[in-house]
């Protein structure tokens, strides 16, 4: 190992965080006061607060439907922004400090515009910079093609920025520096006791981020996983530490469950009375897959009368283009009725530990029967369970199963 | 010739051209208006409305003196949204169309940031598009240096990129889409009947351009005059032509005076008793340019006591660095006082035919004395007259002085 290389951290900060031009000055000295402790550092920033959707807003005044190319273009102005202004307010305070775009580090994707996924990306550029002790700042969210045309990440692309960069840099960590202290056994503004996590693993958090947990974009923790790069969830604003996502280590599975997730985000769908014969529910998911719905939960029955119930979950956003699908194909599959219902909640708990333990279903239901809340759906994974239930009980229900697996600060942790 | 080779029109529509929605919709119409008349297509855009003077805004409120790199890395954002949006609108109408950034189309400039100049443009990718039947939007007032560094080229830099690309592209003419129908004999606020005119030759243009008409930017009219580049200037949003600016053609010596311009940006700044000796003034002219500041008319009377007073005029945004740098240098120079005077006006007749005729400083002059208008300096060149009069006159002035070289419309041009 060459000693004379410094050890690099790369530190994501979202919108809310470069939200004005205080919020950036606010940054800067964050950041000087981490390269103070000997760090070399590379930051990530997105656009300013709403930017992002002021563009897109731009945008649909011109367009209904905009080609993704120029909407790449648009949005991608957002964090060329914010970097130029965190280089000056770094500047601004004696810390030598560059910025580039996406483009200019080589962040080289693939085609797919507004949600390109990293192909490559060349260190040179950034290494050179750290070495003559600059602060390097990279445009969070976008790329570029092997056309040169500019290409963004999708929604929370600025994260899977920071998890690609601290990779190719060896970094010794990757800080998510957002507007919570860390990931929480659930929802603060839910559950009044919910307790920071010191740690978690990868897998308890791309549960956690598909389940609806907004801290940090799923397919970032896929890749932080894949590649091993540790990453540090914490506060852009206090000094505390927050929580580390890591790679899974024995004394994890001590823990039944790790955090109560609640999605208020989702619909559900029920095709009532499809022929029970083969072929005709794989129809039904085929055209949503092809009109780019992603659907969640899935549940059949089993049929007793040659026809059966199929009810599943899409994104509210997703509804208007499911319904119109649905209403299609549904006399091809035989279906008597389609009911949609926007009041639903899921309510999920995660955990490593329960892959070794059983009994965690039956607390989980418990909890919620003893609050007399009604389960319509039930779906579980390895280390998940997840149940849709009405969308008002949703507050009484996480906060029910938080206390029933003993999650919050305080008492000591409830083993399974 | 090759047949097939369609003919290429380069537009340039500048911020007030594209400042909301709409506008940017009226630019999409005339652009397949024109494309429909046979031509291929480049647009040149600036940044919407008010765009760059928000960025500054922003960057001033976290760096006093922000670094000219990190500057242009964010105000070059500007353009970009600009040629998104116009692509956008395009597609809406059903004109396929795609926008490029500087660095796309490989503007290349030197380093020499906010002011930089255009060392090569490659014209591939844009050929190409224009190939595929699109209209080609490239975004103004940008480059980028060889180091990738995005680079910007000074203000009113879009009419540089404009001019630059009718020049490789080899195109019919270059047309400046802006908020005026074309070049006047003299600014129509101030002269009611201020005439258009049809044509002007290059040097007239660069002369009214830097005599304070803001048509066109100084400096693209040198480069256009250099490659014999065809310029029409015209408005964005009405069907009438407007005024060409090309080559001196020789009935244009018919005319004594074109225009006459009034240019209130400047201030006087007068050295009193200056020693009389070789090297002194050159000193005070020295340190003047090392501090960039811009100097434009220079006076200084025969000395007949071994001192000499020496004025001279300097844009007035130049005028604080002015005075700490003279200050500075006075007693070096035996000076005994500086007066600083922003209350005056230059105005300005200028005509290619003046080159051949006489007589033209004494009908300017007579027509200010007939006014009793005073005139405190006077700079003269081949094809112009300036005089520097009080600022609270220059409307009066301005009027006499067309007036009296019959420029306005409907009379018959007075020979000289």
């Known amino acids: ?7 690099v951290i790369v530190q994501k900060y979202g919108g809310t965080s470069v939200a004005d031009p205080e919020k950036i000055k606010c940054v800067a000295r964050r950041a000087v006061a ?26 649909n005044e011109i367009s209904a439907n905009p080609a993704d190319r120029e909407l790449d273009m648009l949005i991608s102005t957002g964090e060329q922004v914010s970097v130029a202004l965190l280089a000056m307010a770094l500047n601004e305070i004696g810390q030598e400090a560059i910025s580039f775009t996406g483009a200019q580090v080589g962040i080289i994707t693939d085609s797919s515009h507004t949600k390109a996924r990293i192909m ?9 910079q750290l070495k003559k002790g600059r602060i390097v700042i990279v445009a969070g969210f976008q790329g570029i093609n092997l056309d ?8 929370g692309g600025s994260d899977m920025t920071a998890v690609a960069l601290a990779k190719v840099l060896k970094a010794e960590v990757c800080e998510i520096c957002t507007d919570v202290k860390g990931v929480y056994t659930a929802d603060p503004r ?3 006791n919910a307790r920071k996590l010191d740690s978690i693993s ?4 791309l549960e956690m981020a598909s389940l609806g947990a907004q801290v940090m974009q799923a397919r970032s923790v896929e890749v932080a996983s894949k590649f091993n790069v540790p990453i540090h969830v914490r506060s852009s604003f206090s000094g505390g530490s927050g929580t580390m996502i890591c790679k899974e280590v024995s004394e994890m599975e001590d823990v039944l469950v790790r955090a109560v997730t609640v999605n208020k985000g989702e619909a559900k769908v029920t095709v009532c009375n499809v022929i029970d014969k083969p072929g005709k529910a794989s129809r039904l998911f085929e055209v949503l897959a092809k009109a780019g719905v992603n659907v969640d939960m899935i549940i059949q029955n089993v049929s007793r009368t040659g026809s059966t119930d ?12 499911t319904q119109e699908v649905v209403e299609k194909v549904s006399s091809g599959i035989g279906a008597e009725g389609i009911r949609f219902d926007k009041d639903i909640a899921k309510l999920s708990v995660v955990g490593i530990g329960m892959r070794s333990h059983s009994g965690v279903a039956a607390k989980m239901f418990g909890a919620l029967a003893s609050r007399k809340i009604n ?6 994974s390895e280390i998940k369970i997840s149940c849709v239930i009405r969308k008002n009980a949703a507050g009484e229900a996480v906060r029910a199963v938080h206390r029933a697996f003993g999650l919050h600060g305080g008492k000591k942790r409830v083993k399974g």
């Not at 040169?148 to 929604?155: C, P």
């Not at 990868?202 to 958090?205: C, D, K, R």
């Open 310 to 321: 199929i009810s599943f979950t899409v994104p509210v956003a997703d509804l208007a283009r």
């Open 375 to 380: 389960i319509e759906m039930i779906s579980t």
């Open 120 to 128: 490559d990306i060349s260190p040179r550029r950034i290494s050179e």
């Open 190 to 192: 839910l559950v009044k």
């Open 148 to 155: 040169q045309d500019i290409t963004t990440l999708g929604r």
């Open 202 to 205: 990868y897998e308890e958090m």
């Open 34 to 59: 981490c390269k103070k402790r000997g760090y070399d550092l590379v930051i990530v920033v997105s656009a300013l607060g709403r930017t992002t959707d002021e563009l897109l807003k731009l945008a």
């Open 1 to 7: 190992m060459n000693m004379d290389r410094k050890r």
